[in-house]
């Protein structure tokens, strides 16, 4: 039993015994910094139960909690707000099973209903960009915090390789390749179809504009332009299982999926499952048809199926062309409720999507709940805002996106320039200062992206992102490294439990007290499908701890006694920074 709740049956007993009726609930909060107390009880709520001044509601319950309760020692009272000031034996008895605890705050994960989280998802006619990156680690982080909490998690995405894009790439290669692979270019796969996406934009602009000379409007000059033509003819023999044309596709799909593997790995993200939307476009066609039999979808007169939503406040939705042909949401309905086939201890899932598509999986999780399916109500959309930068929007087709592999290498080289001005890696080896700088210009991107609320935008600023100072990656992995500085040169075993002869400093009690919030983040983050609040707890904790560190003499204390507890206290601050972080998927140096 956690202290709260000790604390909440004392006070409602105290609600009998004092004034013979119960309370049904009691309300705790952080206690202010400007008044003394470690937790506070909030009395106004209570003044529903009992009509008496809040005042001497508070003095009433205070001095009963201090009879009561060993852990209470004192109390005061600020209006409607009963503070209590805990013992410095429940902080150090606290203390002794964090330290024991390499894993404190992380729940063994449960091996019953499992959670799936999708994200990545990308297009197969080019190399991963900075949208991706904030997808990929958005996705990969909630999955590390669900599993954190207690949840069986298993990390998946659906690749979309097929439709008119790779097809405008393939024709491009075939028209301007000369049969050029990756190995013969040097280039990852990735990029090499990347380019020819681009290319394909190229040539398709400067013939609407050779057509629009010889009289063409602009409409008719972009359905006619060759190039155009070309890749819909080639989707059409795509779709018809030509072999030459599946082939290819094959070639250079493959290439792409290797170049995805690399920045995968580069980024630190990984899967326990792929799903292919050539595998499963046509999937939900039938339930399709079983809806229409149950009546959840109409037929119109031109044969197509359509979901009229109009009485739940949305609108009419496609599901099936007049042709008979699938859209993206008979792809989606049929992709859910394949991956509960596949994964059968799956609960809920999680989809990692822009908020562009909003609407869309509003529209989704509506029809599936109307198709019968229960589990419908746990399926979540988690949306996130698009990742600006100072030079404006990113646009594939042209060509000005930020590609990720490039961006995870101009991130170690800010890293490697602001750290040599700095002198932070003097007497590395080249090769540490190299693995180093990875480490830093890495964490520097992630920590930067996932401190913001996944709904907000980002304005990007790599330079900003890779300081050493406030509210960044770099700043929270220096004090990391400070700390294993400061256990290597420790001159006690910090191995063992430890007991104090001495009051606990307030420097020490406030870091105690951060140190306690850990669990209680992990569970909030896991329920909001939110790392930014894991990133921003982190960078609380190290605040706290340079407070400490900067009032409070950890080596140079007056006992042995002394310097073992700050020691051991610095080193459970270091294993819940480095947890902290590995759920945000960063690594932390053991020296900067």
Same mark, same amino acid.
């Given at each position: 039993?956690?202290?709260?709740?000790?604390?909440? %049956?004392?006070?409602?007993?105290?609600?009998?015994?004092?004034?013979?009726?119960?309370?049904?609930t009691?309300?705790?909060?952080?206690?202010?910094?400007?008044?003394?107390g470690d937790?506070?009880?909030?009395?106004f709520?209570?003044?529903?139960?009992?009509?008496m001044?809040?005042?001497e509601?508070?003095?009433?319950?205070?001095?009963?909690?201090?009879e009561?309760?060993?852990?209470?020692v004192?109390?005061?009272?600020?209006?409607?707000?009963?503070?209590?000031?805990?013992?410095?034996?429940?902080?150090?008895?606290?203390?002794?099973?964090v330290?024991?605890?390499?894993?404190f705050?992380?729940?063994?994960?449960?091996?019953d209903?499992?959670?799936?989280?999708?994200?990545?998802?990308?297009n197969?006619?080019?190399?991963?960009h900075?949208?991706?990156?904030?997808?990929?680690?958005?996705?990969?982080s909630?999955a590390?915090?669900?599993?954190?909490?207690?949840?069986?998690?298993?990390?998946t995405q659906?690749?979309?390789?097929?439709?008119?894009?790779?097809?405008?790439s393939?024709?491009a290669w075939?028209?301007?390749?000369?049969?050029?692979?990756?190995?013969?270019?040097?280039?990852?796969?990735?990029?090499?179809?990347?380019?020819?996406?681009?290319?394909?934009d190229?040539?398709y602009?400067?013939e609407?504009?050779?057509?629009e000379?010889?009289g063409?409007?602009?409409?008719?000059a972009?359905?006619?332009?060759?190039?155009?033509?070309?890749?819909?003819?080639?989707?059409?023999?795509?779709?018809?299982?030509?072999t030459?044309?599946?082939?290819?596709?094959?070639?250079?799909?493959?290439?792409?999926?290797a170049?995805?593997?690399?920045?995968?790995?580069?980024l630190?993200v990984?899967?326990?499952?792929?799903?292919?939307?050539?595998?499963?476009?046509?999937?939900?066609?039938?339930?399709?048809k079983?809806?229409?039999q149950n009546g959840?979808?109409?037929?119109?007169?031109?044969?197509s199926?359509?979901?009229?939503?109009t009485?739940d406040?949305?609108?009419?939705?496609?599901?099936?062309?007049?042709?008979?042909?699938?859209?993206?949401?008979?792809?989606?309905?049929?992709?859910a409720i394949?991956?509960?086939?596949?994964?059968?201890d799956v609960?809920?899932?999680?989809?990692?999507?822009?908020?562009e598509?909003?609407?869309?999986f509003?529209?989704?999780?509506?029809?599936?709940k109307?198709?019968?399916?229960?589990?419908a109500?746990?399926?979540?959309?988690?949306?996130?805002?698009?990742v600006?930068?100072?030079?404006?929007?990113?646009k594939?087709r042209?060509?000005?996106?930020v590609?990720?592999?490039?961006?995870?290498?101009?991130?170690?080289?800010?890293a490697?320039d602001?750290?040599q001005?700095?002198?932070?890696?003097?007497?590395?080896?080249?090769?540490?200062?190299?693995?180093?700088?990875?480490t830093?210009g890495?964490?520097?991107?992630?920590?930067?992206?996932?401190?913001?609320?996944?709904?907000?935008?980002?304005?990007?600023?790599?330079?900003?992102?890779v300081?050493?100072?406030?509210?960044?990656?770099?700043?929270i992995?220096?004090?990391?490294?400070?700390?294993?500085?400061?256990?290597?040169?420790?001159?006690v075993?910090?191995?063992?439990?430890?007991?104090?002869?001495?009051?606990l400093?307030?420097?020490?009690?406030?870091?105690?007290? %951060?140190?306690?919030?850990?669990?209680?983040?992990?569970?909030?983050a896991a329920?909001?499908?939110?790392?930014?609040l894991?990133?921003?707890?982190?960078?609380?904790?190290v605040k706290?701890?340079n407070?400490?560190?900067?009032?409070?003499s950890?080596?140079?204390?007056?006992s042995t006694?002394?310097?073992?507890?700050?020691v051991?206290?610095?080193?459970?601050?270091?294993?819940?920074?480095?947890n902290?972080?590995?759920?945000?998927?960063?690594?932390?140096?053991?020296?900067m």
């Open positions: 039993m956690t202290l709260q709740e000790s604390l909440s %049956q004392h006070i409602k007993q105290a609600f009998v015994t004092l004034y013979n009726t119960s309370l049904e009691v309300e705790f909060q952080a206690t202010r910094k400007d008044f003394e937790m506070t009880v909030v009395t709520s209570m003044l529903r139960t009992i009509k001044n809040p005042a509601l508070g003095e009433n319950l205070g001095t009963y909690l201090c009561h309760v060993d852990e209470v004192r109390y005061n009272v600020v209006k409607g707000f009963l503070n209590l000031v805990l013992s410095d034996a429940y902080f150090m008895s606290f203390f002794q099973t330290h024991a605890n390499p894993t705050g992380f729940v063994t994960p449960s091996t209903q499992a959670m799936m989280v999708e994200y990545s998802s990308p197969t006619n080019k190399p991963l900075l949208g991706h990156v904030r997808n990929n680690l958005l996705g990969y909630v590390e915090i669900l599993k954190a909490s207690g949840k069986k998690v298993y990390k659906i690749i979309n390789d097929r439709g008119i894009h790779i097809c405008k393939m024709v075939q028209r301007y390749g000369n049969n050029e692979t990756p190995e013969s270019t040097g280039l990852k796969g990735d990029k090499l179809v990347g380019n020819y996406y681009v290319k394909f190229q040539v602009k400067e609407i504009k050779d057509l000379v010889k063409l409007s602009v409409d008719d972009k359905a006619q332009a060759p190039i155009l033509l070309e890749a819909k003819e080639m989707l059409l023999k795509w779709e018809a299982g030509d030459a044309v599946v082939s290819l596709w094959e070639q250079m799909n493959a290439w792409v999926y170049g995805f593997e690399v920045t995968y790995k580069s630190g990984n899967f326990d499952s792929y799903y292919y939307e050539s595998q499963t476009y046509l999937l939900g066609k039938s339930f399709i079983g809806g229409l959840v979808f109409i037929k119109k007169e031109d044969g199926v359509w979901c009229d939503l009485p406040g949305l609108d009419e939705k496609i599901v099936l062309r007049a042709d008979g042909t699938a859209v993206y949401m008979t792809q989606d309905i049929g992709t394949q991956r509960l086939k596949d994964f059968p609960g809920g899932m999680v989809y990692t999507v822009g908020n598509q909003d609407y869309h509003k529209v989704l999780f509506l029809i599936l109307k198709l019968g399916f229960d589990w109500k746990n399926l979540t959309h988690l949306s996130y805002g698009m600006d930068l100072p030079s404006g929007k990113m594939s042209e060509g000005t996106v590609d990720a592999d490039d961006l995870i290498v101009e991130m170690a080289s800010t490697k602001i750290s001005e700095l002198g932070k890696l003097e007497g590395y080896s080249d090769s540490e200062k190299a693995e180093t700088y990875g830093i890495l964490g520097a991107l992630k920590y930067f992206i996932l401190k913001v609320d996944p709904k907000k935008r980002i304005l990007f600023d790599p330079q900003a992102s300081d050493f100072q406030g509210n960044t990656g770099p700043f992995q220096y004090t990391y490294a400070r700390i294993q500085a400061i256990l290597r040169k420790s001159p075993e910090t191995e063992g439990a430890t007991s104090l002869e001495y009051a400093h307030d420097k020490e009690k406030s870091l105690l007290k %951060q140190l306690q919030l850990f669990p209680e983040v992990i569970q909030q329920a909001n499908y939110s790392p930014a894991v990133a921003n707890y982190a960078y609380d904790l706290e701890f407070s400490f560190y900067q009032n409070v950890i080596l140079g204390a007056e006694a002394e310097i073992r507890f700050r051991q206290l610095s080193q459970a601050v270091a294993t819940t920074i480095k902290a972080f590995s759920l945000l998927g960063i690594q932390v140096p053991e020296r």
